[in-house]
């Protein structure tokens, strides 16, 4: 088992920044890949970020540029740095570690980030 502790998320205006940031605790000598997914409302789970197991980076296009996935291994925390940020990317963003033995994944409770225009 994995549990995953989100913190971070807040209210933000149009052009500012949040950071959030995952605490991993549990078996993560079995994850192969850690990630930030979104939800807002009416709209499907999207997946904002990753880094896969050898520390491949991948982002959507509409956060390149704006957006870093960084990990502490000392601390097993996962941060994703938010900057320049919009109105769309209002959401639950949810902190996300998938096993690698079966891609079974593990979720956090998710914290809201709402940027006002």
């Known amino acids: 088992q994995v549990q995953l502790v989100e913190s971070g998320g807040g209210l933000v205006q149009a052009g500012g920044s949040l950071r959030l940031s995952c605490e991993a605790s549990?078996?993560?000598?079995?994850?192969?890949?850690m990630g930030w997914f979104r939800q807002a409302p009416g709209k499907r789970r999207e997946l904002v970020a990753a880094i896969i197991g050898d520390g491949r980076i991948d982002y959507i296009d509409s956060v390149k540029g704006r957006f870093t996935i960084s990990r502490d291994n000392a601390k097993n925390t996962l941060y994703l740095q938010m900057n320049s940020l919009k109105p769309e990317d209002t959401a639950v963003y949810y902190c996300n570690a998938r096993r690698s033995s079966d891609w079974l994944n593990y979720w956090g409770q998710g914290t809201q980030v709402t940027v006002s225009s």
């Open positions: 549990g078996s993560i000598f079995s994850i192969d890949r």
